[in-house]
């Protein structure tokens, strides 16, 4: 698996969403809105963790394979764990996983 982390306008860019379209499925793909300190919505972190649950629970739902869904999530539980994941974001962050590349963009 490649990891790669664009600003928003490069990930934009056509080679890149080319690169995801190909990728075989299953891929999660999370938006964390912009984070501003005291907002009840909670931290990115927390917007995280809360996200990557119920990818795990969509996944099983459709009866893909518990070792499949973990490793899928690991990346995305990796980066969950780190503290900077709590850290403000101005203009949000997307999250791409499939099971040969994570990509995340942020501004």
């Not at 790669?4 to 809105?33: F, Y």
């Amino acid at each position: 698996m490649t990891a790669t982390k664009l600003p928003v306008a490069e990930a934009l860019w056509l080679g890149p969403i080319r690169d995801i379209l190909r990728l075989p499925g299953p891929s999660i793909t999370i938006l964390l809105p912009p984070y501003r300190p005291g907002q009840a919505v909670g931290s990115p972190r927390d917007l995280l963790k809360a996200y990557i649950r119920e990818a795990a629970l969509q996944l099983a739902q459709r009866a893909y394979p518990k070792p499949a869904i973990v490793d899928l999530l690991k990346p995305l539980e990796a980066l969950a764990a780190d503290p900077r994941t709590s850290a403000p974001v101005r203009n949000g962050v997307t999250h791409f996983c499939a099971r040969r590349m994570r990509l995340s963009s942020s501004n």
